[in-house]
């Protein structure tokens, strides 16, 4: 079964940073569009950031816009999430996702990211 892995997720301060990284194989990594979610206690799992397969294109929902950064390296099939700034809502569990171009969708099993004084 194909299933990306996430890594890196760890308890930190607020104010912090943290750099989770995911790696996938098992399908075309470069032609798929890659995102990271995360579902905090009690809530609806939400899209955080992604990019296009060549890196060229990035979205980022408001609530994490100019702290976190996704980027790519297609030659090693990894997608990474930087975080800066983290704040105690950012505590979650955060998913890794590919949508390959025919529509195939593959999950992480999740890595948790606590933020905490």
């Known amino acids: 079964q194909v299933q990306p892995v996430e890594s890196g997720g760890d308890l930190v301060q607020p104010g912090g940073s943290l750099r989770l990284s995911c790696t996938a194989s098992g399908f075309a990594f470069s032609r798929s569009v890659m995102s990271w979610y995360r579902q905090a206690p009690g809530k609806e799992r939400e899209l955080v950031a992604d990019i296009t397969n060549t890196g060229g294109s990035t979205n980022y929902a408001d609530s994490v816009k100019g702290r976190f950064t996704i980027s790519r390296d297609n030659s090693k099939n990894t997608v990474s999430l930087q975080m800066n700034s983290l704040k105690p809502e950012d505590t979650a569990v955060y998913f890794c996702?590919?949508?390959?171009?025919?529509?195939?969708?593959?999950w992480g099993q999740g890595t948790q990211v606590t933020v905490s004084s």
């Open positions: 996702h590919a949508r390959t171009w025919l529509g195939q969708r593959y």
